[in-house]
């Protein structure tokens, strides 16, 4: 079974600094792996995905995630943070196998942000 | 073009009355999710549709819970008779059907509140 952990239930961080949003996952073999943002009253928004090939990851809005496999991590990361940023941030990992259960999306609990300003 | 579209946005209902939640995927995605976040949990998996096929339901709770694609365009998530732990955020999914990982967009989210 696949599980994923984001151990912050909060992030604060001032504006204009860098933030990071920690992602662990555990999973039987190579992992496909996303993070979205919800905004009060929205949806999940996409902000960018792992699959294979260089370990950094550019997406929406400024963000990037890094791949570590040796520490099963996949941390969200922006140089410089936004008041706007400001939202909830979900972490999650899909199997690399294909057939049943293989477009499953495990989430982890959310990570609030807060872009102090 | 627009997105996944989820109704109603709010529905409060007692216990024991059936409630049925309706998505709209975005035009020409053949899959469809449904997941579901409890309070303070986890968003979780419930299931797959492919058109009108049922790929995967094996996070559907128990069988109060019916979800049904006619004609693989939009989806319906019965819930009868309705208990308090299905209380909840109720989001629907969609993507395209093609080679390759491709993301889910995700609707705005039904919330289930039940007395």
């Known amino acids: 079974a696949q599980s994923v952990a984001q151990p912050e239930d909060q992030v604060n961080v001032a504006e204009g600094n860098p933030l990071t949003v920690k992602c662990t996952y555990s999973v039987s073999g190579n992992p496909y792996l996303f993070w979205y943002v919800q905004y009060p009253n929205r949806g999940l928004q996409f902000l960018l995905k792992y699959i294979t090939g260089d370990n950094l990851v550019k997406g929406s809005y400024g963000f990037e995630a890094e791949f570590n496999k040796s520490q099963t991590s996949f941390h969200l990361k922006k140089p410089s943070a936004l008041v706007s940023d400001s939202a909830l941030y979900f972490c999650a990992v899909r199997p690399t196998y294909s057939g049943a259960g293989s477009y499953q999306l495990t989430f982890g609990k959310g990570t609030k942000l807060s872009v102090i300003p | 073009e627009a997105g996944v579209t989820q109704f109603p946005s709010h529905s409060v209902i007692e216990k024991g009355q059936t409630v049925t939640l309706r998505c709209d995927p975005i035009s020409g995605h053949d899959n469809l999710y449904w997941y579901r976040r409890v309070m303070g949990k986890e968003i979780k998996f419930l299931l797959h549709f492919v058109k009108e096929s049922k790929q995967d339901e094996s996070g559907m709770p128990n069988n109060r819970f019916l979800a049904e694609r006619t004609g693989g365009t939009y989806s319906t998530l019965k819930v009868q008779p309705a208990e308090l732990e299905d209380s909840g955020v109720y989001f629907c999914?969609?993507?395209?059907?093609?080679?390759?990982?491709?993301?889910?967009?995700f609707g705005p989210g039904t919330r289930l509140t039940v007395l």
């Open positions: 999914a969609s993507s395209q059907r093609r080679g390759g990982v491709d993301e889910q967009f």
